[in-house]
């Protein structure tokens, strides 16, 4: 279990199918957060992980060590997630409404206010085009530095730059508008 | 300083290499400006919500799917030993069913065994004869069908061409209405 991912990803070169399990089990929170932040509801995430650990594998061979494993699988998924996101377009998606981590010390009411904002964002995330919305899910959700964004990407630090401003700019718009229609509605119910 | 410099500034802060100096700059602008203090307070409010959102855990199943669909697929790679089963297999069943035919089943009917190679060389040549009688037949009353169909043919051509040419009027216009009714859908959302 302690062995390192090389260790492990040569075993599975060599034919130890059993030993990609311990690489599915370290890495299986990452991809899937990843997919379910990217995707905005569960089955598909649980789709595109799948799918993900299954091109991993197939493709172990083609690892190049100089990476980072977990840079390397989240290129994989991210690619995956795009593809999904642009073949059902045109469709509707439901966005998954769940929302775990509320600190117990909070009142009901700032639970239900922190839910709201949550709502919005993620709704508002959701909207973005999903070349933006990659790159905030990797940078602000991910806690990825520009290094790795670019080896997951495989775009130029000026583009990654150029993009996450754009994405930001447009998420601000998202949000201000938002924030405008529900002034809005409320205006109108009194 | 300009709004447009304090949107660069923004940027920078949460990019996270803001220098001090520049942060100064950029609170105390935002002191005198709202639009851009509301930006900045509405931006950071969302980052840091895409900050918070919570990893949930993957279902328990994932695991043991991914196993299973990576160990699956091996089995697609047939492998020689395999193959020479499988080929094995296939001859014996060939054998098994001559000598079914020969020995059992022709018995029954009161026909010779046949165990020479000119015997089954006859009921292949039977079998031929068979065929071809069986294509005569059929191609006979093809040609019944052929002359049936000349018949309807010169009888109802007219009739027949204003059919097809009414069914294409209908589907054109149809297209057409439904375009110009996406079309629509499209500006509106718009």
Same mark, same amino acid.
């Given at each position: 279990? +302690?062995?390192?991912?090389?260790?492990?990803?040569?075993?599975?070169?060599?034919? +130890?199918?059993?030993?990609?399990?311990?690489?599915?089990?370290?890495?299986?929170?990452? !991809?899937?957060?990843?997919?379910?932040?990217?995707?905005?509801?569960?089955?598909?995430?649980?789709?595109?992980?799948?799918?993900?650990?299954?091109?991993?594998?197939?493709?172990?061979?083609?690892?190049?060590?100089?990476?980072?494993?977990?840079?390397?699988?989240?290129?994989?998924?991210?690619?995956?997630?795009?593809?999904?996101?642009?073949?059902?377009?045109?469709?509707?998606?439901?966005? +998954?409404?769940?929302?775990?981590?509320?600190?117990?010390?909070?009142?009901?009411?700032?639970?239900?206010?922190?839910?709201?904002?949550?709502?919005?964002?993620?709704?508002?995330?959701?909207?973005?085009?999903?070349?933006?919305?990659?790159?905030?899910?990797?940078?602000?959700?991910?806690n990825?530095?520009?290094?790795?964004i670019?080896?997951?990407?495989?775009?130029?630090?000026?583009? !990654?730059?150029?993009?996450?401003?754009?994405?930001?700019?447009?998420?601000?718009?998202?949000?201000i508008?938002?924030?405008?229609?529900?002034?809005? !509605?409320?205006n109108?119910?009194? | 300083?300009?709004?447009?410099?304090?949107?660069?500034?923004?940027?920078?802060?949460?990019?996270?290499?803001?220098?001090?100096?520049?942060?100064?700059?950029?609170?105390?602008?935002?002191?005198?400006?709202?639009?851009?203090?509301?930006? /900045?307070?509405?931006?950071?409010?969302?980052?840091?919500?895409?900050?918070?959102l919570?990893?949930?855990?993957?279902?328990?199943?994932?695991?043991?799917?991914?196993?299973a669909?990576?160990?699956?697929?091996?089995? /697609?790679?047939?492998?020689?030993?395999?193959?020479?089963?499988?080929?094995?297999?296939?001859?014996?069943?060939?054998?098994?069913?001559?000598?079914?035919?020969?020995?059992?089943?022709?018995?029954m009917?009161?026909?010779?065994?046949?165990?020479?190679?000119?015997?089954?060389?006859?009921?292949?040549?039977?079998?031929?004869?068979?065929?071809?009688?069986?294509?005569?037949?059929?191609?006979?009353?093809?040609?019944?069908?052929?002359?049936?169909?000349?018949?309807?043919?010169?009888?109802?051509?007219?009739?027949?061409?204003?059919?097809?040419?009414?069914?294409?009027?209908?589907? @054109?216009?149809?297209?057409?209405?439904?375009?110009?009714?996406?079309?629509?859908?499209?500006?509106? @959302?718009?």
């Amino acid at each position: 279990m +302690d062995a390192s991912d090389i260790e492990i990803i040569n075993q599975c070169i060599g034919g +130890d199918t059993e030993a990609f399990e311990h690489l599915v089990n370290r890495y299986k929170k990452l !991809v899937f957060n990843t997919a379910y932040r990217m995707m905005g509801n569960r089955e598909e995430a649980e789709d595109v992980t799948q799918e993900a650990f299954i091109r991993i594998y197939n493709s172990l061979s083609r690892y190049n060590p100089e990476f980072k494993f977990s840079t390397w699988a989240l290129k994989i998924t991210t690619n995956l997630c795009l593809d999904n996101i642009r073949k059902r377009k045109g469709e509707t998606v439901p966005i +998954d409404e769940q929302f775990n981590i509320f600190d117990d010390d909070l009142t009901p009411e700032e639970q239900f206010l922190r839910k709201e904002s949550q709502k919005q964002v993620l709704a508002a995330i959701n909207k973005l085009p999903e070349k933006y919305k990659e790159f905030i899910i990797l940078f602000h959700h991910r806690n990825l530095s520009y290094q790795e964004i670019m080896d997951i990407t495989g775009e130029s630090l000026t583009i !990654v730059k150029n993009r996450l401003y754009r994405a930001r700019q447009m998420l601000k718009e998202y949000l201000i508008n938002a924030d405008k229609e529900s002034e809005k !509605v409320c205006n109108a119910s009194k | 300083m300009q709004c447009k410099q304090i949107s660069n500034l923004m940027m920078k802060y949460f990019d996270g290499n803001i220098s001090e100096l520049e942060l100064e700059q950029l609170l105390r602008h935002n002191q005198k400006c709202p639009p851009c203090a509301e930006e /900045f307070e509405v931006l950071k409010d969302a980052l840091y919500e895409v900050e918070m959102l919570p990893d949930i855990e993957p279902p328990i199943e994932l695991t043991a799917n991914i196993m299973a669909a990576v160990t699956n697929q091996k089995h /697609f790679h047939v492998n020689a030993r395999q193959l020479m089963c499988w080929a094995l297999g296939f001859v014996g069943l060939v054998l098994f069913t001559y000598n079914m035919i020969s020995y059992v089943v022709f018995p029954m009917f009161g026909i010779a065994p046949i165990v020479s190679f000119q015997g089954a060389l006859n009921v292949l040549y039977m079998l031929v004869e068979k065929i071809k009688d069986g294509f005569v037949a059929m191609s006979l009353s093809l040609g019944k069908l052929l002359v049936l169909r000349n018949i309807i043919f010169r009888e109802y051509t007219m009739f027949m061409f204003l059919w097809v040419a009414a069914f294409i009027a209908v589907g @054109l216009m149809l297209y057409k209405v439904m375009n110009m009714k996406g079309k629509s859908h499209i500006a509106g @959302l718009k």
